[in-house]
């Protein structure tokens, strides 16, 4: 087989598999209201990481000091 045409081929099988993965998860999302609740603290813990990050991040000597720990 031609180099071109397996190249299409990982590629095509690739975007399949990404799709059957995408459609899996939404399925799963929809039908089990636990994984909602779990997706959604995930979501606010990356956020006050994210803050966290940004703010320790500073060339503030020892800024982290100043955040709140709860």
Do not use: N
Not at 11 to 39: H, M, N, Q, T
Request: net charge negative; glycine share 2%; hydrophobic share 45%.
């Amino acid at each position: 087989m031609p180099h071109r045409y397996q190249l299409f081929e990982k590629i095509a099988f690739s975007l399949v598999c990404w799709s059957a993965a995408a459609c899996s998860a939404f399925i799963a999302y929809e039908r089990c209201p636990d994984i909602k609740v779990v997706l959604h603290a995930g979501e606010e813990a990356l956020r006050y990481s994210g803050k966290y990050s940004y703010v320790c991040a500073s060339p503030v000597a020892d800024a982290c000091a100043q955040l709140p720990t709860d």
